[in-house]
């Protein structure tokens, strides 16, 4: 059987590496993405030149003021990386049918059955660097490896514009040092609790039991103890098989911390109607929902509750999401952050509701999609949503509709 030959190709700092092209002005400048930066707002993306200060994605945009002053802050243009996305991901497909997007400024390409050797894989990465370069304007850090947790680590290690190969042979030695949170998948938690193990690089985790790890992590723990041996059986996913969507969701900042509750349900009720819409828009919907709440110090926890049917409306979200709130034993503090998302996706199948109040309810999102599709966002909105002095309308009224008045124009 032939050894698998897998790329993995991680743009640098893609979003600050965007704005920086369009305006030369940005080049060689510390560059910082974000929203509305007269807003509180955090960072999205930094440049490489804004790195050295600390800068990093999630930082609010004061700290991130305190840290570099020279900092240039850009309004991001989602539409233009999505856009700019599309034609990097173009030039990888003719490199390889079977490439995956990882994210918008990630893919993996299998290379298998294209390339005989390493040595013919690192001159594809050579040719993937310079046609994006070429045509793009943008460089990308590349890694390949015998599997896609091996290319992953081998992007990582030479940024920006590296080119790293990890043959199988040099696995073993690579890995051996390397911290565990270096794997993908790793995060804090999980980095703290193989910390209580004893376990601090890749090679210990390698090395350790995996019985003890099933003990400790269940099913996960096999998986654990593989990835310290640097192995990964996961296919690379191509556009035949592309795995479906696992989740969609919304976060917003607020204007200022609040533990005014009325304003935290409006601004919970405002998300799930805006989860609802992208999961009707694509023919989606799902039976977990997901409320993020991020306080003033910024505490950040997450709290999940599943139901056993299927939801894409903005009201049934919002009902369970309320439902998380009111069992958190919330005292009063200050929230800075709010996310709502829905996972356990499918795609929908039409339920069929015996009662007319359930019917009539997806009538009416239908309605308000069209509605707000031709006259923009919330033009028509539910009554709960409506910022007031007194208090939210109760449930059972809250599938009332209330809309703005459109000009004559409109």
Known sequence: MNLRIVLHIDMNAFFASVEQKTNPALRGRPVIVCGNPETRTTVSAASYEAKPFGIKAGMS???????????????????????????IFQILRRFSIKTEVFSID???????????????????????KKAITGEIGLTCSVGI?????????????????????????????TLENLPIKDLCGVGRQMEKRLHALGIYTCGELGRYPAGILRQHFGIIGEVLHNMGLGLDSTPVHYSEDEPPVRSMGHTHTLARDTADVAEIRRNIFSL????????????????????????????????YLTVDYFLDSGYDIYQQAWKIFTRLGWQGRAVRLIGISVSNLVRRTQQLYLLEEFTRTQSVDRVMDLINKKYGDFRIMRAAMMKSERKLVQPILARGLWAKTFTKRE
């Open 106 to 128: 990630e893919a993996f390409l299998e290379l298998t059955d294209t390339c005989a050797s390493y040595d013919d894989a690192l001159k594809a990465g050579q040719a993937i």
């Open 272 to 303: 799930s109607e805006q989860v609802a819409v992208r999961l009707r828009q694509d023919n989606y919907c799902g039976r977990t929902v997901c409320l993020i709440l991020r306080y003033s110090d910024f505490f950040t926890f997450s709290r």
């Open 145 to 173: 490896g015998p599997n896609k947790l091996i290319a992953k680590l081998a992007s990582d290690m030479q940024k920006p514009d590296g080119l790293v190969l990890v043959r199988p042979e040099q696995v073993s030695a």
């Open 61 to 87: 945009i004061g700290e991130a003021r305190r840290l570099c002053p020279p900092a240039v802050f850009v309004i991001g243009n989602l539409a233009k990386y999505v856009d700019t996305s599309r034609q």
